[in-house]
């Protein structure tokens, strides 16, 4: 065992003996040239001696490769170097043509018999798109893929259960009952589009995941897709995500628009169930190199798919994706919200509440926000203001800059999650919220108590935490500590049973 700068005969003296003694290969090459009569006696030592002294004059020798630019295997990435991540894109879709996409992506063939449940979602689609129904996640995700086909954009979605969707929404493949043929109503949206390629891969995250990068870094024009059954089995990959996906530009200015979806929520499923690792991602985002996002609704979903590939900017995505929310009655959209509208990276305040009258606001990400919702509706709570940070990195500090000078000064700051204290975005966030807020305005946390694992096992503990967590943040009174006090002598007590907000540095 040594590296390649050590003494390797000191620990395996016989092999090294062996091979000092052999001649090498440049020299066995030359002896050969020479017998064949391509070189003359001595021409391999002049020719290693000009090589020599052309480096010591400084000159260039290295003879330049052809063809790495400009031929059918090689991309040109230059039109997307150097762009600004907050440059506005239009990503809204117009009705006529959002209507066309929505008849195609539920046409399938005649005599073609889908399982009850399935057709009963087909039915339900087309209901969403005369507006019968409001928008699901499964149906905008859809129309996302439509329309960045119907715009010239490839697509390529691979994960472990992706053409049926882990939790029963997706459905990109549709399976006869009776044959078991297969059907992708996006690979027929028109008779000439762009490909769609939806791939049910094998059970090992590190070589798909690694396939997907080095595919995602030679097609700047397609939307390419990793989603992970859960979230937390993207750990079995972390080696590309630190090697490659976060610092791959910084390394060895490879670009890519590679795309992470990571199923990510509280739902008492379990340690192995409920967290992508939030904080991972969070940790490695530095130099505008990534983005993280957790889209609340399905037409954020909707914008962000369509913003990853219009804006002339290829960075990997990694998306916190739905679990319950994906059938919550309040995660839903209006036809209208994809017509118009865009990306939001921020969501303020979404109920008629008077601003002027709010003592608190506390921002949030993801499934958490429904439950504070609902709660502060069921006690009627008005002066509380809820706000959703939808990306997480590139912090959006000018829309959050925004948000405060909407509300009272005096106005408490909460940080509300479901992760425990140490996991989830609130150590690598908070410093942002703490310094557009000010000097003595302090951001306080609501959420579980530090853990070493994600989530409790146990159901009925974490509906107790869950509620106690949301109740912290719309009720708790603050408690009068030092910013050193957070995390280090944070109470012994679990935060369930300690409704105290604690406050940041």
């Given at each position: 065992?040594?590296?390649?700068?050590?003494?390797?005969?000191?620990?395996?003296?016989?092999?090294?003996?062996?091979?000092?003694?052999?001649?090498?290969?440049?020299?066995?090459?030359?002896?050969?040239?020479?017998?064949?009569?391509?070189?003359?006696?001595?021409?391999?030592?002049?020719?290693?001696?000009?090589?020599?002294?052309?480096?010591?004059?400084?000159?260039?020798?290295?003879?330049?490769?052809?063809?790495?630019?400009?031929?059918?295997?090689?991309?040109?990435?230059?039109?997307?170097?150097?762009?600004?991540?907050?440059?506005?894109?239009?990503?809204?879709?117009?009705?006529?043509?959002?209507?066309?996409?929505?008849?195609?992506?539920?046409?399938?063939?005649?005599?073609?018999?889908?399982?009850?449940?399935?057709?009963?979602?087909?039915?339900?689609?087309?209901?969403?798109?005369?507006?019968?129904?409001?928008?699901?996640?499964?149906?905008?995700?859809?129309?996302?893929?439509?329309?960045?086909?119907?715009?010239?954009?490839?697509?390529?979605?691979?994960?472990?259960?992706?053409?049926?969707?882990?939790?029963?929404?997706?459905?990109?493949?549709?399976?006869?009952?009776?044959?078991?043929?297969?059907?992708?109503?996006?690979?027929?949206?028109?008779?000439?589009?762009?490909?769609?390629?939806?791939?049910?891969?094998?059970?090992?995250?590190?070589?798909?995941?690694?396939?997907?990068?080095?595919?995602?870094?030679?097609?700047?024009?397609?939307?390419?897709?990793?989603?992970?059954?859960?979230?937390?089995?993207?750990?079995?990959?972390?080696?590309?995500?630190?090697?490659?996906?976060?610092?791959g530009e910084a390394k060895w200015g490879r670009l890519c628009g590679l795309t992470l979806f990571l199923p990510h929520g509280y739902e008492g499923q379990g340690p192995e169930h409920s967290s992508a690792r939030l904080e991972r991602f969070l940790q490695l985002c530095a130099e505008n190199n990534m983005q993280v996002c957790v889209p609340s609704t399905p037409a954020q979903m909707f914008h962000m798919l369509r913003r990853q590939m219009l804006r002339p900017l290829r960075k990997p995505l990694v998306v916190m994706t739905p679990k319950s929310l994906l059938r919550h009655e309040l995660s839903v959209s209006s036809l209208g919200e994809l017509t118009g509208g865009g990306f939001a990276s921020m969501i303020d305040e979404s109920d008629p509440i008077d601003a002027r009258g709010v003592r608190r606001i506390v921002f949030c990400s993801g499934k958490v926000y429904f439950d504070l919702l609902k709660a502060r509706r069921a006690e009627g709570l008005a002066d509380v203001a809820l706000v959703r940070i939808e990306q997480l990195y590139p912090f959006p500090a000018r829309e959050y800059a925004a948000v405060l000078a909407r509300y009272p000064r005096n106005a408490d700051l909460v940080w509300c999650q479901e992760e425990p204290q140490n996991q989830g975005a609130w150590y690598q966030i908070r410093h942002r919220l703490q310094e557009l807020a000010g000097e003595g305005r302090p951001v306080y946390y609501a959420g579980r108590a530090p853990a070493s694992a994600p989530a409790t096992g146990l159901a009925k503990l974490h509906e107790a935490e869950q509620k106690q967590l949301v109740q912290t943040a719309l009720t708790a009174a603050s408690a009068d500590r030092t910013a050193l006090d957070l995390p280090r002598l944070a109470p012994a007590v679990p935060a369930a049973a300690n409704p105290t907000m604690r406050k940041s540095s």
């Open positions: 065992g040594h590296n390649e700068a050590d003494e390797p005969a000191a620990t395996q003296p016989l092999m090294y003996r062996a091979i000092r003694s052999h001649p090498t290969v440049r020299k066995q090459y030359a002896e050969r040239l020479q017998a064949e009569g391509v070189l003359a006696a001595g021409d391999a030592e002049k020719m290693a001696e000009q090589y020599r002294s052309a480096l010591d004059e400084g000159r260039h020798e290295v003879h330049p490769s052809l063809g790495m630019i400009g031929n059918a295997h090689t991309i040109d990435w230059s039109r997307y170097a150097g762009v600004d991540s907050g440059e506005p894109v239009a990503t809204a879709v117009p009705g006529p043509k959002l209507a066309s996409l929505g008849r195609r992506i539920l046409q399938y063939p005649e005599g073609f018999t889908l399982h009850p449940r399935v057709a009963q979602i087909v039915v339900n689609r087309s209901k969403m798109m005369s507006g019968g129904m409001p928008l699901d996640w499964g149906c905008a995700e859809t129309l996302a893929y439509a329309s960045l086909l119907d715009d010239g954009v490839a697509v390529r979605l691979s994960g472990q259960d992706c053409g049926r969707g882990t939790f029963f929404h997706r459905h990109a493949v549709l399976h006869d009952q009776g044959s078991e043929r297969t059907w992708v109503p996006l690979q027929h949206l028109a008779e000439i589009q762009p490909r769609f390629t939806v791939i049910d891969s094998l059970l090992s995250e590190e070589a798909v995941l690694g396939f997907e990068y080095g595919y995602a870094t030679t097609s700047p024009d397609c939307l390419v897709i990793w989603e992970g059954q859960f979230g937390d089995f993207v750990n079995g990959a972390q080696v590309l995500i630190d090697q490659f996906i976060s610092s």
